[in-house]
């Protein structure tokens, strides 16, 4: 149901990429699609799989989303699994340039990394005060902390490169909404008429005293406007 979008192989380039579709079911069929997804991901049916998010709303219109992050082969057979027997709605394809910020990562490793060896080698000296291995230790663990920060947001960019982001949208079919206001429409007829007389009362109760005064005084101006036209 969906043509496979163009250009979202990253092998040779450093793109985040990240998919959003919207299917359109049978109400009955949103439920059993969304554990069809879950299902799906846990099993690593299409590759590897990391399911981020589900939730569903139910009642008359009922609807779920799913979030997953997958090995980029999976990407459109997911989008199949979502869609069969439903409708295709909006779809939406976005890559984030991670070029510099790999770049700038790497270079912050490498000059951490160099840094924590000079330190360590200080560190071996044995001709150090108990005041200066305390401040070297400090800088030690600091440096360190700061290295393994680095080392996780470069996994983290190396994740994002590796693997794509896809929301799936499932909502119920549009003529089944209408069927459905109409039926609520039926359903509420007699408070919404008990709710439009209430306010039609109101109104009355409200206008009734301007329109009296209203007619005072225009009884009162036509009687003014008669005696000076008789005299």
């Excluded at 040779?12 to 079911?25: K, P």
């Excluded at 080392?151 to 459905?180: C, E, F, P, W």
Aim: charged letters at 25%; proline letters at 3%.
């Amino acid at each position: 149901m969906y043509a496979q979008a163009g250009g979202t192989s990253n092998e040779d380039a450093l793109l985040a990429y990240e998919h959003s579709v919207a299917v359109d079911l049978d109400a009955p069929a949103i439920v059993p699609r969304l554990q069809a997804i879950q299902a799906a991901c846990l099993d690593a049916r299409f590759g590897a799989c990391t399911l981020i998010e589900a939730q569903q709303s139910a009642g008359e219109r009922p609807s779920a989303r799913a979030v997953l992050r997958m090995a980029p082969a999976g990407i459109e057979p997911m989008i199949a699994l979502a869609g069969e027997g439903g409708e295709a709605g909006e779809r939406t394809t976005r890559a984030e340039d991670l070029a510099v910020v790999v770049r700038d990562n790497s270079t912050e490793q490498d000059r951490l990394a160099k840094e924590m060896a000079r330190l360590q080698a200080f560190e071996a000296r044995g001709d150090l005060s108990v005041a200066d291995m305390i401040a070297l230790s400090e800088r030690i663990a600091a440096t360190e902390a700061r290295l393994e920060a680095a080392r996780r947001d470069g996994a983290q960019h190396r994740r994002r490169i590796d693997t794509q982001l896809l929301t799936v949208q499932l909502h119920t079919r549009a003529g089944a909404r209408g069927r459905s206001e109409i039926g609520a429409a039926f359903r509420e007829f007699g408070s919404t008429l008990a709710v439009g007389t209430a306010w039609t009362i109101r109104a009355t109760a409200f206008l009734l005293p301007l329109g009296l005064a209203a007619f005072v005084a225009f009884v009162l101006l036509r009687a003014l406007w008669r005696r000076r036209r008789r005299s």
